[in-house]
């Protein structure tokens, strides 16, 4: 059988998948998961576009990865075959662990970080391909020597920013996240075993370290998918609560199965039902059970599911500064009456506050170090004429409160202002 397929892709036009291990992989029940889970959540109901999946961004990530070790290897880097096909399957399936609508619901339906459950997948893989992962899995946990190998598939300039930058900014059609990957990857070198970029690619880098930051305000962090995405977290945790008392609720058995009781990592290695439950899930369930829940005779169920839907999104109000409890108070009191709810507590479900951050680069983490010809390593903090450590490693914070657009309305009216 031929297993060198060559795969269209929109963003990075043909890919080829160069060893027969990583065809078995990306036909295997956790891999085609990947084609039911979003790559940017709920993005796509402020950018239409954006419907693209984890599946496709693996791909992407793996077209990358083959760029990268040619590159290195036309420059005289010891990168054995064994290696290459490690490296690449590490790549493939950094993201195999993520559960539905991606990091939407990452410590929500399952407290365990999808990194995490990705490491259970991959040694369950390993067992099923006769041991053929054991190098990626060390490189996926930096366990292995050439440490360059694990900065390819998680750094502040792997294979992995590389590929969803260009992929989201393409699907949503932000043209500010455009990168020039190409580039950026021609321009990669090693030493010391650290994976630097060649003084010509510092402009490129800018580039990229500015597309970063711009891309999570106007897609990753943008108010509207963040108001989505905390009404569909609240949705969740009343289904949860509603089951917990004992009340009929829909849900396909593999999602009952999470809301039902709570797992910890632990519980993926001791008990196969956790993993072959969570193998299960996708974004097609949740949407499947939120859209019978619009009919259930819970009020705070069903009104959070219509909205969510119906694409009625919550208001949500972004400053500099927390809001003043005094006002939360009013917000949750007005939400009290007008839904008639018996208590400030359950109007939680409609009123949520909390903090978004953004930074381009962090200094505490992997550095990205530029190679001049003089043989002289620079971060690119010091290296940049335009981009200074005061500007690359400041961390913005912000805060913000989501409630339903009639309360707003109604505390305008009064003289409430935000």
């Given amino acids: 059988m031929n297993k060198r397929k060559i795969i269209n892709d929109p963003v990075h036009g043909f890919i080829k998948i160069p060893y027969d291990l990583l065809y078995d992989l990306t036909e295997h029940r956790y891999f085609q998961r990947l084609r039911r889970i979003k790559q940017l959540g709920l993005t796509h109901l402020v950018y239409p576009g954006a419907m693209h999946t984890r599946f496709q961004h693996a791909l992407g990530a793996m077209y990358l990865m ?38 939407v619901l990452e410590h929500s339906l399952v407290k365990v970080s999808h990194e995490a459950i990705s490491q259970i997948m991959m040694q369950k893989l390993n067992e099923e391909f006769d041991g053929q992962l054991t190098t990626a899995i060390a490189i996926f946990n930096d366990s292995y020597p050439k440490r360059f190998l694990h900065q390819l598939v998680s750094s502040q300039l792997d294979m992995d920013r590389l590929d969803y930058l260009k992929r989201d900014s393409f699907f949503s059609g932000v043209s500010e996240g455009v990168i020039g990957s190409d ?11 650290k994976l630097v970029i060649e003084s010509k690619g ?17 897609v990753y962090l943008h108010k509207t998918a963040l108001a989505a995405e905390q009404m569909l977290v609240h949705l969740l945790k009343r289904a949860r609560a509603l089951i917990a008392k004992g009340d009929e609720l829909f849900a396909p058995s593999h999602l009952r199965y999470f809301m039902e009781q709570k797992h910890g990592i632990e519980d993926f290695y001791l008990n196969k039902d956790v993993l072959d439950n969570f193998a299960l899930l996708d974004d097609d369930d949740i949407m499947c059970s939120i ?3 619009t009919r259930h005779p819970d009020i705070i169920l069903s009104t959070l599911a219509k909205g969510f839907v119906n694409r009625q999104l ?13 006002i939360i108070k009013t917000i949750k009191e007005e939400v009290r009456m007008h839904f008639g709810l018996k208590s400030l507590k359950e109007a939680n479900f409609f009123v949520f506050s909390d903090t978004i951050r953004n930074n381009a680069y962090s200094v505490k983490d992997d550095k990205i170090e530029i190679l001049f010809n003089n043989n002289e390593l620079k971060d690119i903090a010091s290296a940049s004429d335009m981009l200074n450590l ?4 400041k961390t913005v914070r912000k805060h913000y409160i989501c409630f339903p657009k009639v309360i ?10 935000f």
Avoid at 94 to 103: K, L, Q, T
Avoid at 390 to 393: D, M, P, Q, R
């Fill in 314 to 326: 919550w208001s949500i109000e972004i400053s500099e500064q927390p809001l003043k409890p005094e």
């Fill in 202 to 218: 510092i402009y490129s880098i800018e580039k990229f370290l500015v597309a970063r930051r711009l891309m999570y305000w106007q």
């Fill in 390 to 393: 005061s500007v690359l490693g």
């Fill in 408 to 417: 707003k309305q109604k505390l305008q009216s009064n003289g409430v202002l």
């Fill in 66 to 103: 083959s760029s990268a070790v040619e590159t290195l290897i036309s420059k005289g880097m010891d990168i054995s075959e064994e290696e290459a096909i490690s490296v690449h399957a590490a790549i493939l399936l950094h993201d195999i662990g993520h559960g539905p609508f991606s990091h």
């Fill in 183 to 193: 580039r950026i990857i021609k321009m990669l070198n090693v030493v010391n075993d």
């Fill in 291 to 293: 859209k019978v829940w």
